[in-house]
């Protein structure tokens, strides 16, 4: 296997780096670094290989490829060695048919990518696996590092300490007090790491782990670091695998640090450079109101996206006001003929409600991009037969006081109106008939 991968400036800059270096910026042009590919050595298979090896390692046994992100190593990760990597069977996740909610809509091709259907219960793991595979690579190679670290709204550093200590690497993280769930705080401290809480934003901690990072005091896990970003773009593949390698027409993500809307460009690119997809989809980034930076830049038909400050949001993993990959996210959207839309508390609550009403558990965050779905297929730009996958980034299991909150109607600005709240009763047989029957008769 003569595959290879190395950093890239992302302005094309012209410089190199392997991707064992702790390097997270051009230092020419101090920008973001991407992950390039040697794709003329890929072509070496055709498409239909390319495909069919894909097929047969997707959700086996066999080391390492039962991971979703693994099983697509040479595409991600080409030198990282079966001993070095740490996996926790990443990706593979379902991809659900939401066939009442979708009807609820008028759409009849909707579908939900559950990322959140993971180790630890967001698709950060598929960013995570790779970043700590190639952090003991490189730590096996010399590198010294007293602790891989992030910045956090919760759920990369849930991912970042359960892979860091499974590896056995120490894990710093650094949180915004008060600002994650008390799943999503929990999660770092049961696996031992570090946890810093600030009394800032994400944006603020963001600040104070770059410094960190530039002074070699701790190895970046953040998702500037472009390893992240390899993994997660096997979301994309997924998605046009479990569609038989068909292209979907829309896709929909929930954004904050617009990481993750870069990744699946790149997982759409690389399927259409070695040609087993003609066209992309069409790509919908949703935010959170409260915290819209790239909405306002899109809106205002900007390239450059200003900070704004992030205001409080239930969504509050995209509670983020200066994301670190607008520029990458900028190159998504053009490639993909893309949209961005927002969502209000108010909305995402609703369509929370509506989807889980149906039989899903939507997190704020997912709910956010149900709401832009909503709002678009009623403003008539996806269309009522057009396939499109909404992309579900964490389990609602994580964000109990969301759902609490709704059900017992204590969130503010919010009609809560398909609240659903226990009924309490007495221990008596008639007092549970006469319930059943209000419930019956209301219908
Ligand atoms: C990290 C995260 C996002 C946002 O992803 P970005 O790459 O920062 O845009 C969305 N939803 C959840 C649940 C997340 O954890
Ligand atoms: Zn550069």
Same mark, same amino acid.
Not at 151 to 175: F, R
Not at 243 to 263: E, H, M, R, T, Y
């Given at each position: 296997m003569?595959? !290879?991968?190395?950093?890239?400036c992302?302005?094309?800059?012209?410089?190199?780096?392997?991707?064992?270096?702790?390097?997270?910026?051009?230092?020419?042009?101090?920008?973001?670094?991407?992950?390039?590919?040697?794709?003329?050595?890929?072509?070496?298979?055709?498409? %239909?290989?390319?495909?069919?090896?894909?097929?047969?390692?997707?959700?086996?046994?066999?080391?390492?490829?039962?991971?979703?992100?693994?099983?697509? !190593?040479?595409?991600v990760?080409?030198d990282?060695?079966?001993?070095?990597i740490?996996?926790?069977?990443?990706?593979?996740?379902?991809?659900?048919?939401?066939? !009442?909610y979708?009807?609820? *809509?008028?759409?009849?091709?909707?579908?939900?990518?559950?990322?959140?259907?993971?180790?630890?219960? $967001?698709?950060?793991? *598929?960013?995570?696996?790779?970043?700590?595979? =190639?952090?003991?690579?490189?730590?096996? /190679?010399? *590198?010294?590092?007293?602790?891989?670290?992030?910045?956090?709204?919760?759920?990369?550093s849930?991912?970042?300490?359960?892979?860091?200590?499974?590896?056995?690497?120490?894990?710093?993280?650094?949180?915004?007090?008060?600002?994650?769930?008390?799943?999503?705080? =929990?999660?770092?401290?049961?696996?031992?790491?570090?946890?810093?809480?600030?009394?800032?934003?994400?944006?603020?901690?963001?600040?104070? #782990?770059?410094?960190?990072?530039? /002074?070699?005091?701790?190895?970046?896990?953040?998702?500037?670091?472009a390893?992240?970003? /390899?993994?997660?773009?096997?979301?994309?593949?997924?998605?046009?695998?479990?569609?038989?390698?068909?292209?979907?027409?829309?896709? #929909?993500?929930?954004?904050?640090?617009?990481?993750?809307?870069a990744? *699946?460009?790149?997982?759409?690119?690389?399927?259409?450079?070695?040609?087993?997809i003609?066209?992309?989809p069409?790509?919908?980034? %949703?935010?959170? %109101?409260?915290?819209?930076?790239?909405?306002?830049?899109?809106?205002?038909?900007?390239?450059?996206?200003?900070? =704004?400050?992030?205001?409080?949001?239930?969504?509050?993993?995209?509670?983020?006001?200066?994301?670190? $990959?607008?520029?990458r996210?900028?190159?998504?959207?053009?490639?993909?003929?893309?949209?961005?839309e927002?969502?209000?508390? /108010?909305?995402?609550?609703?369509a929370?409600?509506?989807?889980?009403?149906?039989?899903?558990?939507? +997190?704020?965050?997912?709910?956010?991009?149900?709401a832009?779905?909503?709002?678009?297929?009623?403003?008539?730009?996806?269309?009522?037969?057009?396939?499109t #996958?909404?992309? $579900?980034?964490?389990?609602g299991?994580?964000?109990?006081?969301?759902k609490?909150?709704?059900?017992?109607?204590?969130?503010?600005?919010?009609? +809560?109106?398909?609240?659903?709240?226990?009924?309490?009763?007495?221990?008596?047989?008639?007092?549970?008939?006469?319930?059943i029957?209000?419930r019956?008769?209301?219908?």
């Amino acid at each position: 296997m003569s595959y !290879r991968a190395e950093f890239r400036c992302f302005a094309g800059c012209d410089v190199s780096f392997p991707l064992t270096r702790p390097i997270y910026r051009c230092p020419k042009c101090n920008g973001l670094l991407e992950v390039a590919h040697d794709v003329d050595a890929l072509k070496d298979r055709s498409a %239909a290989a390319w495909m069919k090896l894909f097929d047969d390692r997707y959700k086996r046994t066999l080391w390492p490829y039962g991971s979703g992100v693994w099983g697509k !190593r040479e595409w991600v990760s080409p030198d990282v060695q079966d001993d070095e990597i740490v996996s926790m069977d990443e990706g593979g996740t379902n991809l659900f048919w939401a066939e !009442r909610y979708g009807r609820g *809509l008028g759409l009849t091709d909707l579908w939900v990518k559950m990322c959140g259907n993971s180790h630890t219960g $967001s698709f950060k793991d *598929l960013g995570m696996t790779v970043l700590v595979s =190639v952090v003991r690579k490189a730590v096996r /190679e010399g *590198l010294k590092v007293r602790a891989i670290a992030c910045a956090s709204t919760g759920d990369t550093s849930a991912s970042l300490a359960a892979y860091g200590a499974a590896a056995g690497l120490p894990v710093v993280v650094l949180l915004p007090r008060g600002k994650v769930s008390t799943a999503q705080l =929990v999660q770092p401290l049961a696996n031992g790491a570090l946890v810093l809480a600030l009394d800032t934003d994400f944006d603020g901690c963001m600040t104070i #782990v770059q410094r960190l990072a530039d /002074e070699g005091v701790v190895y970046l896990a953040n998702s500037m670091n472009a390893l992240r970003l /390899e993994g997660q773009k096997t979301v994309g593949i997924e998605i046009c695998q479990q569609f038989d390698w068909q292209v979907p027409d829309w896709i #929909v993500l929930p954004s904050g640090n617009l990481g993750n809307a870069a990744a *699946l460009h790149a997982g759409f690119r690389m399927l259409k450079d070695l040609g087993v997809i003609a066209r992309y989809p069409r790509l919908a980034v %949703a935010q959170a %109101a409260a915290a819209n930076p790239l909405y306002l830049a899109w809106t205002a038909g900007k390239r450059e996206v200003a900070p =704004v400050k992030a205001q409080e949001t239930l969504a509050t993993a995209i509670q983020i006001g200066n994301p670190v $990959s607008a520029p990458r996210a900028m190159r998504a959207l053009e490639a993909m003929n893309g949209v961005v839309e927002q969502a209000t508390e /108010e909305e995402l609550c609703e369509a929370a409600a509506r989807a889980d009403r149906s039989g899903m558990y939507a +997190c704020p965050h997912t709910a956010v991009a149900l709401a832009v779905l909503e709002k678009l297929v009623a403003r008539g730009v996806i269309a009522r037969d057009a396939r499109t #996958v909404v992309v $579900s980034t964490a389990s609602g299991l994580k964000f109990t006081e969301f759902k609490v909150g709704y059900h017992e109607r204590r969130i503010a600005d919010a009609s +809560c109106s398909q609240a659903n709240p226990p009924v309490h009763l007495a221990a008596d047989y008639g007092a549970v008939v006469d319930a059943i029957d209000r419930r019956h008769r209301a219908g």
